[in-house]
């Protein structure tokens, strides 16, 4: 692994369906963050984690769970998947939360609530 | 955060220099100004960030004007490689503070 992976790549999930986005770090980087992004709009944060075993809410985190249990490991949990959630979701990290934010992105994981 | 303004969209020949302009009238004293670019499916790319002087690294120069009230990034010989969405952030650099707005779609054109 070099760098920040997603998986799945893409996903279409029923309604009321319980989903689970993967992301994975080797960098070692403390921080780690969820965003969606909808068409024309900006990324939009849905939850970070400034360091293992702690998490904080971004701006839209409602619908949405994470958890770090690691420092490279950052799932978000869709416990009931709304068609709202429709989205491209893309998972970031960086080094630390602090003032020199360079984030690194993944590529992202399209995903299709029907 | 203090919110940022930037034109929709911008044109470019290959070759020239591409001028993205931002505007971030409200920015406080501890934020600093961040670029990051979006091309088209793939996640953001960190691209150059500072607070009062200007900056150069080997992707682009961004330059801050002595008010700190409006920025410009310079990317000196743009390519079609270049062609994507660019975002203009201000940011004290916690995580909860980082957002992206709707950016300016650069498109540069041979």
């Known amino acids: 692994i070099a760098g920040i992976t997603q998986a799945p790549t893409s996903q279409i999930l029923a309604a009321g369906r319980r989903m689970t986005l993967r992301c994975t770090q080797d960098m070692r980087h403390n921080a780690m963050y969820w965003y969606r992004q909808d068409l024309g709009l900006g990324l939009r944060l849905i939850h970070y984690?400034?360091?293992?075993?702690?998490?904080g809410k971004g701006e839209v985190p409602d619908g949405y769970s994470v958890s770090r249990a690691n420092t490279d490991d950052f799932p978000l949990t869709l416990a009931s998947a709304v068609p709202s959630q429709t989205s491209v979701y893309f998972c970031a990290s960086s080094l630390s939360s602090g003032r020199v934010n360079e984030q690194f992105f993944g590529p992202g994981t399209r995903l299709t609530v029907l | 955060d203090a919110k940022t303004t930037q034109p929709p969209s911008m044109d470019c020949a290959e070759g020239r220099a591409a001028n993205l302009p931002c505007n971030h009238s409200t920015i406080s004293g501890n934020e600093y100004v961040y670029w990051y670019r979006q091309i088209h499916s793939q996640g953001p790319q960190y691209i150059i960030h500072g607070l009062k002087n200007n900056e150069t690294n080997e992707m682009a120069s961004l330059i801050i004007t002595e008010d700190r009230k409006s920025s410009t990034l310079i990317l000196p010989h743009a390519t079609l490689r270049d062609t994507a969405v660019y975002y203009c952030i201000v940011s004290t650099g916690t995580a909860s503070k980082l957002t992206f707005g709707t950016g300016t779609r650069l498109q540069v054109t041979l």
């Open positions: 984690s400034n360091t293992a075993g702690t998490t």
